[in-house]
């Protein structure tokens, strides 16, 4: 009797833990990847990503949002648009990420490099590829934000993380090609860059 009674109560409290976890299910679009996961919402995305998901060209520098190492693309819907915006995923619990879709190295291109990617080559402007995927992807947050392409606001914006690895490369004198290559199509007017 005594037994039954404390089965029938594990069962309650199982089935109140489901519905409780299932309350706490989180919903993002990752890449090209819908994610449904029940992870601790306290998570910092970048383990997420990495851990969960493995998606390791997002890098761990220092986990203070300092180096850009860690940077993601954040999408929102503001009306019918999506906004993108770059963010340290170091920073953000994963619990932020609920109804965004957010954008690693891995989801920038498809099959083709993107302009930043391209514009990065053909300049040799890579690093140690530690960094090297956060400079892409602050870069592409930059580009995809900013209302006016300036090139002095760009390296301002990237600058955490080309101030990371000033050894490597001397990455600020390949930079205004870089910048050039990237947005040809428009070098001083408005932004009209897309992913
Ligand atoms: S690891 Fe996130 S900013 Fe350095």
Redesign the pocket.
């Known amino acids: 009797m005594c037994q039954c009674a404390g089965n029938a109560t594990d069962k309650d409290w199982t089935s109140n833990r489901t519905a409780e976890m299932n309350q706490h299910e989180l919903v993002f679009i990752l890449n090209d990847t819908e994610i449904h996961t029940s992870i601790s919402p306290g998570t910092s995305l970048?383990d997420f990503i990495r851990r969960d998901r493995h998606l390791t060209g997002t890098?761990?520098?220092?986990?203070?949002?300092?180096?850009?190492?860690?940077?993601v693309l954040i999408g929102t819907l503001d009306r019918d648009r999506m906004c993108y915006r770059a963010a340290?995923?170091?920073?953000m619990p994963v619990a932020a990420a609920a109804g965004c879709h957010v954008v690693t190295i891995e989801g920038l291109n498809n099959e083709d490099l993107t302009p930043v990617q391209r514009a990065f080559v053909e300049e040799g402007a890579s690093q140690c590829g530690f960094c090297t995927p956060g400079l892409v992807v602050s870069l592409t947050g930059f580009l995809l934000s900013s209302g006016k392409l300036d090139e002095e606001d760009a390296l301002t914006a990237i600058e955490?993380t080309s101030a990371a690895v000033p050894a490597i490369l001397p990455f600020e004198e390949r930079f205004p090609q870089c910048w050039r290559n990237s947005v040809p199509e428009c070098p001083e007017g408005e932004s009209d860059w897309s992913l």
């Open positions: 970048v890098r761990i520098g220092c986990r203070e949002g300092d180096c850009g190492a860690c940077t340290a995923s170091c920073l955490a």
